[in-house]
């Protein structure tokens, strides 16, 4: 069965500090990895999406893939307050469909 | 990015009555569209794939009967919940794939939250 797992938290990061979230994957044929933020009563929204091995940084976001350990990460610097949310990894195992995690909660301590 | 609406964004009825939402994405043509339920503190569980003129396929565990869907456009798809009852209350939320670059990505609808009292 292809799995997703992710540290359910809550993680507790200071504002300003650089808040580190995981995610393993069951399947090396897996091919695309999204990171979705979802605020409490909201619909997930679209963070970073990376598809190659290293890392991948929009602002202050880092998406980091390692195929061969089958993890994927995001690096959130600079952590506001705004940043507190639930934060799902998807992936696609080689199909249109994602299967995510039951996601990470992210609080930051101002 | 890509914008996915969905109609209407909360809805209160009646034990055994019908609930249908709109799913439409607004910039971009998505043939094929997904529907999601959220139960509180639970992550995401994909109900059914919907594909434009073609026939739904459902997860394992969903009854096709009761959850109807329809994708008539490539913009439009549509979840019926047929005889409500208040087990069926959650967060119903879609998405379609905006195919652009190679790349398939997801993005979601703002949800639905249905209640059946």
């Known amino acids: 069965q292809k799995e997703v797992e992710q540290n359910s938290g809550p993680l507790s990061v200071p504002e300003g500090a650089i808040a580190s979230l995981n995610c393993t994957y069951s399947?090396?044929?897996?091919?695309?990895f999204f990171w979705y933020r979802q605020y409490s009563g909201k619909s997930p929204e679209l963070i970073m999406s990376?598809?190659?091995?290293g890392d991948k940084e929009d602002g202050r976001f880092t998406a980091q893939l390692n195929k061969a350990s089958q993890y994927v990460s995001l690096l959130i610097r600079d952590s506001q307050p705004s940043d507190s949310a639930t934060y799902l990894c998807a992936v696609s195992f080689g199909n249109e469909k994602l299967t995510f995690g039951t996601g990470t909660r992210l609080t930051i301590i101002p | 990015g890509a914008v996915v609406s969905q109609h209407p964004s909360r809805v209160i009825c009646k034990s055994g009555t019908s609930v249908k939402i709109e799913c439409r994405s607004l910039?971009?043509?998505?043939?094929?569209m997904f529907w999601y339920r959220q139960f509180p503190k639970q992550s995401l569980m994909l109900m059914a794939t919907?594909?434009?003129?073609?026939?739904?396929?459902?997860e394992q565990g969903v009854e096709k009967d009761k959850f109807l869907i329809n994708h008539a456009s490539l913009t439009l798809s549509t979840l019926t919940v047929t005889s409500a009852h208040p087990e069926d209350s959650s967060f119903y939320i879609c998405?379609?794939?905006?195919?652009?670059?190679?790349?398939?990505?997801?993005?979601f609808g703002p949800g639905t939250r249905l209640t059946v009292l």
């Open positions: 910039d971009f043509q998505a043939t094929t």
């Open positions: 919907s594909n434009e003129g073609s026939k739904a396929t459902y």
């Open positions: 990376i598809y190659s091995n």
């Open positions: 399947d090396r044929g897996s091919q695309s």
């Open positions: 998405s379609g794939i905006n195919r652009r670059g190679g790349t398939d990505t997801q993005y």
